[in-house]
């Protein structure tokens, strides 16, 4: 592939996507509403998708709405070790005609796809968040439209930015550096959580021009589906990126020890990254080249209070960060350490605003709250509940009702602890539960040391006061407690391009989504000299005397 070859091309500088509000009479509520009512009447049959060719298998699983768990979206195949391994090989195949394109041609190419997102396929991917994940229409907005557009955009203006660095170059030298992508193929594994997210695992690579074998979450397979249809359209060239549904055993243990693997691209728990990572340690000795390990994972996030706080703000804050999206985000807010004198009035507040929640379908634009993902995540945070109701350690003062019987919702629930280190706490739990510590106004800086110090993250946490010096006291004690820090904010809501997300700890590797340091692990440089005139003999000045 060749561009004209006296072209310097500037991408053009990236925007954040508008958000659109929904507000009643407005054009895109008109337009979201026809599309939910477009995708709740078809049934969709979802197939691998290995070197631009539809693959089914056979053996397939079923995509339903989590809010209404007896309708069926979807049916989508899985892959089985042939379908994995042939996904490997396509990979590794394109290898050579991807990395032969200029890189303003591969950015055409995720710039058309953002486009596309932005004007044409904008309510259908949002309406697909909101039927096959529960996000309300908003949620679904700042995600699957307004974020994954942000990341396309962003991300190449970043690669311009890392091609464009170069180093200096001496008298009669001519020096530069390659960004070469990595050699092998990328693994991407994606959340339910954010069809951003999975749309920007596998695309950052791809963008750097390596090719990617990309296993979507089980319980969210329709958004990545439809943004791979949507890849195709833009012009991406079959087999840069394999998209290959599956259990994380069947797809990931033969992607994990295939000598090729060049880097995996990651988002979910803790515990499965953690496995990942001691199987590429395991079988080092096995690869090509070290594979890069991106990772983001899990969060025990916080809110932190001063007594000098505004309790509105506050209370604001606590309600969004913990349960927007039912607190399935790996910032909510699901800790609070709150002085006594403020608990009188947040306590009162937070019944009343917590009281004024709907809860229901995302088809009901009145209803703030929705269902989480499905049965497991549903029995995994009743748990949480049921314990905590039944220990000494804790009480459950708002909320607490877990119904599955038609979706899986599970109410807004808010804990009191005395035990900073109660597992609520500590542990993460992944939904709408929020566990406050009320602490003694006079021991701020305990507590501060006490917030850093009883959990494994390091992912997002905020700080809530006027008082500057109690806000620069908490960022001195909790420097490496939060990745993103926000003050007198909600923890939740990063955006692409103002803050590049990620943490480190238990919480990942912290490369930064949204930012250029993530592109970065992406390609492997190479550093070229040229000499014009070289030397002709071996001798130096020195040597000329004795």
């Known amino acids: 592939m060749h561009l004209i070859n006296n072209a310097v091309i500037q991408v053009p500088e990236p925007v954040n996507e508008p958000v659109y509000d929904y507000a009643p009479e407005s054009k895109e509520r008109e337009m979201i509403k026809s599309a939910l009512s477009e995708l709740s009447e078809k049934q969709l049959d979802i197939p691998l998708i290995i070197g631009g ?13 989590p809010h209404d768990h007896k309708h069926l979206m979807a049916i989508y195949h899985k892959a089985g070790p042939d379908e994995v391994r042939l996904a490997i090989d396509t990979a590794l195949g394109v290898q050579k005609m991807w990395q032969s394109y200029r890189w303003e041609e591969r950015c055409a190419i995720f710039l058309k796809a953002a486009e596309l997102l932005s004007v044409k396929y904008r309510y259908k991917i949002n309406a697909g968040s909101m039927l096959s ?6 949620q679904a907005e700042i ?7 942000d990341f396309l955009r962003f991300n190449v203006y970043f690669a311009q930015q890392i091609y464009r660095e170069q180093p200096v170059s001496s008298k009669g030298i001519w020096n530069f550096v390659q960004h070469r992508p990595l050699e092998g193929f990328v693994f991407a594994v994606t959340p339910f959580n954010f069809t951003a997210i999975a749309g920007n695992l596998p695309t950052a690579p791809a963008i750097m021009g390596n090719t990617v074998v990309w296993k979507p979450a089980s319980s969210c397979v329709y958004n990545p589906y439809l943004f791979m249809r949507i890849l195709e359209e833009a012009g991406l060239p079959p087999g840069v990126i394999n998209f290959v549904p599956g259990s994380g055993a069947s797809v990931g243990d033969i992607c994990l020890t295939d000598p090729n693997l060049a880097g995996i691209h990651f988002t979910g728990s803790t515990a499965v990254f953690q496995k990942m990572w001691k199987i590429i340690g395991e079988n080092i000795e096995s690869y090509k080249s070290y594979p890069r390990i991106v990772g983001e994972t899990g969060g025990k996030d916080f809110v932190f209070v001063h007594s000098s706080a505004d309790p509105d703000q506050l209370v604001t804050a606590l309600v969004r960060g913990a349960f927007e999206y039912q607190g399935q985000k790996c910032s909510a807010a699901s800790r609070a350490y709150i002085p006594k004198s403020l608990w009188p009035q947040t306590s009162k507040k937070l019944k009343n605003e917590i009281g004024r929640i709907k809860m229901g379908a995302t088809t009901d634009f009145r209803n703030f709250f929705n269902a989480v993902i499905d049965k497991n995540a549903f029995d995994t945070i009743k748990d949480f509940i049921d314990s905590a109701r039944k220990s000494n350690d804790s009480e459950i003062i708002i909320g ?16 009191l602890t005395e035990n900073p280190v109660y597992r609520t706490m500590v542990e993460e739990i992944f939904g709408p539960v929020l566990t406050i510590y009320v602490y003694d106004d006079e021991e701020f800086e305990k507590t501060l040391e006490l917030c850093d110090s009883s959990s494994a993250y390091g992912l997002t946490g905020a700080i809530f006061a006027t008082d ?15 990745g993103n820090f926000y003050i007198n904010d909600k923890p ?4 692409v391009g103002q803050q590049p997300f990620g943490g480190g700890r238990a919480s990942g590797t912290n490369d930064k989504a949204g930012f250029y340091t993530n592109l970065m692990r992406w390609v492997s440089p190479r550093t070229v000299k040229e000499s014009f005139v070289p030397p002709t003999a071996f001798d130096y000045p020195f040597m000329m005397d004795e």
Do not use: Q
């Not at 994940?133 to 908003?138: A, E, L, W």
């Not at 995600?143 to 557009?149: F, Q, R, S, T, Y």
């Not at 607490?400 to 804990?415: H, K, N, Q």
């Open 53 to 65: 060719k539809e693959v089914r298998t056979g053996k397939t699983g079923e995509v339903v709405m």
């Open 492 to 495: 939740t809501g990063a955006v």
């Open 143 to 149: 995600d699957a439209a307004c974020e994954l557009i």
């Open 400 to 415: 607490g009702g877990c119904d599955d019987s038609v979706g899986y919702f599970i109410e807004p629930t808010v804990i």
């Open 133 to 138: 994940t529960s996000k309300n229409v908003y």
């Open 468 to 482: 500057r010096a109690a806000v620069s006291t908490a960022l001195a004690k909790l420097e490496h407690s939060a």
